[in-house]
């Protein structure tokens, strides 16, 4: 389905609305809207299969572009709007953009990328111009707001979060169809989450990543509406869900722990009884946070573990998580395997790299190393994560393999002691990770953002010894920290994601300018 779909009986419902202002999109205004920008890229020689790559905030105007991308049958690129100028110029030379379109915010920066690609024709501007941009509001207003051909649906085409070297355009078949017919993804929202046309949807994340983009494009697809947070705050979150009666969201893990810490009161100060589905993904949840959040919310907590790859998709409720504490969830549509350095598959409770059977089959872009290096000989597919799976075939993630430490010739996972710190009353982020060791070659280091930052020297290494006393206690010693560093804030993506690879590069340069 599409927006143009709904125009019989929702012409005036709102398809979305932005959560700052309260500004109301109604499904026949973004099915006009779509209409006028599909218009435009065909006048300007955009054809089928062509990109065109976006790079906003979340805007006002962000789900227009993409429903005019995918009417106009384009492949579309979302680009993170915290990039930096090399990392966008990387991007849009790399996917081949035709068009690109970003806002007067970015500008700056936008104008940086357009002198290094001079071959970028087609470059518009929301909210203003600067030189080398044109309008995207008065590009589009001459173009009908009716198609004036028979739209084929397009489809995106993301770039990972690049936490672990460049980032990778996602790039994968799908079936050219007309745009009356069903949108592949809404058949699973339908099924797994229940999404109708009742659905009120908050999404409280950056939309150019994979999870809140197609999430909030099934929904509108279905006929739902979909409020948007331009930033994440805890409070604002549950004011949001009291105030709009919010039927489904979409989170990540750290934004359950903000909500966690708000004080007694304030959590008390909102209404959430209208939430039905309230679902995480995008890094594993510590057991003890999502307890707690069961307890507040109810039975209407799910998880999923996926990824931008589509290439598996594991799923649970909270009956299901509660019967397995730890899990991601059970596969669905596709069969998993835990597999050994060596290639063999591993029993039940031992852990290895997760291999993916079954699902949608997918290539790194100009990246066919990449793509490989994905792939077991079996053909199954992975996304580099490592996880076991329990008796009962539920998965378990144990983390990235890239940040496994090897300390003595002892694997360790770092994921366990996040997991934990993250439970301490002071600890309000964490990064767990290896850095260089002389005997062991490397030893497990946490980076901490407290509630507070110590006031001296001293009061800091109380704290230290207080986090890892209380790591010791609970996991073995191999596993804890050795030393604690404080930091205001954590470089973590708006996503939810931490930039682990930053704070690990940081502390092995120091190591290497000190050898």
Request: net charge negative; aromatic share 10%.
């Amino acid at each position: 389905m599409f927006p143009g779909a709904h125009l019989g009986t929702r012409a005036d419902h709102p398809a979305y609305v932005m959560a700052s202002t309260a500004e109301t999109v109604t499904y026949g205004q973004l099915d006009a809207a779509a209409n006028r920008l599909a218009n435009f890229l065909r006048s300007v020689g955009v054809q089928r299969d062509d990109h065109v790559a976006l790079c906003l905030e979340n805007h006002p105007r962000y789900i227009e572009i993409l429903w005019g991308c995918h009417y106009a049958g384009t492949r579309y690129t979302a680009c993170s709007s915290r990039l930096t100028v090399d990392e966008l110029t990387y991007i849009l030379v790399d996917c081949g953009a035709k068009v690109f379109i970003t806002s007067h915010l970015l500008a700056a920066r936008a104008a940086e990328v357009a002198a290094r690609i001079p071959g970028l024709a087609v470059r518009l501007m929301v909210d203003g111009i600067v030189d080398g941009f044109d309008s995207f509001e008065q590009a589009i207003a001459p173009q009908p707001g009716t198609p004036t051909e028979r739209w084929m649906s397009g489809a995106d085409m993301l770039y990972s979060s690049g936490t672990t070297g460049r980032p990778k355009g996602v790039r994968y078949a799908f079936q050219r169809e007309v745009l009356e017919r069903r949108m592949p993804a809404v058949s699973a929202v339908d099924t797994l989450f229940g999404v109708t046309d009742r659905t009120v949807t908050l999404s409280p994340a950056p939309l150019y990543h994979a999870a809140p983009l197609r999430w909030s494009m099934s929904v509108i697809a279905r006929g739902g509406t979909v409020v948007v947070m331009e930033h994440f705050d805890a409070e604002e979150y549950l004011r949001l869900v009291e105030r709009y009666q919010v039927t489904h969201s979409q989170v990540v893990p750290t934004m359950l722990v903000r909500m966690l810490k708000l004080p007694p009161e304030v959590r008390a100060r909102y209404a959430a009884s209208s939430m039905q589905y309230l679902i995480h993904a995008a890094a594993p949840c510590p057991v003890p946070i999502k307890r707690q959040i069961i307890d507040w919310f109810g039975p209407v907590v799910y998880e999923y573990y996926a990824g931008t790859e589509g290439n598996g998709f594991v799923f649970c409720d909270t009956e299901q998580w509660l019967a397995h504490p730890g899990t991601v969830g059970f596969p669905i549509g596709s069969t998993v395997h835990i597999v050994g350095d060596d290639g063999r598959e591993l029993p039940p409770g031992q852990p290895g790299t997760i291999f993916f059977e079954g699902g949608s089959s997918f290539e790194y872009h100009n990246d066919p190393a990449k793509t490989k290096d994905s792939q077991h000989p079996s053909g199954w597919t992975t996304l580099g994560d490592v996880g076991y799976l329990d008796g009962d075939g539920f998965v378990h993630l144990t983390d990235r393999k890239a940040y496994m430490i090897i300390s003595g010739g002892v694997n360790i996972y770092p994921q366990e002691a996040e997991n934990l710190l993250i439970t301490h009353p002071r600890v309000t982020d964490v990064a767990v990770f290896g850095v260089p060791n002389e005997d062991f070659g490397e030893e497990v280091k946490a980076v901490v953002q407290p509630d507070e930052m110590p006031a001296d020297d001293a009061a800091a290494s109380a704290l230290a010894r207080e986090l890892i006393a209380f790591c010791r206690s609970h996991l073995a010693d191999l596993k804890c920290p050795r030393t604690v560093d404080f930091r205001p804030e954590l470089p973590r993506h708006p996503t939810g994601k931490l930039y682990k690879r930053l704070l690990k590069d940081e502390y092995w340069e120091a190591a290497r300018r000190r050898g």
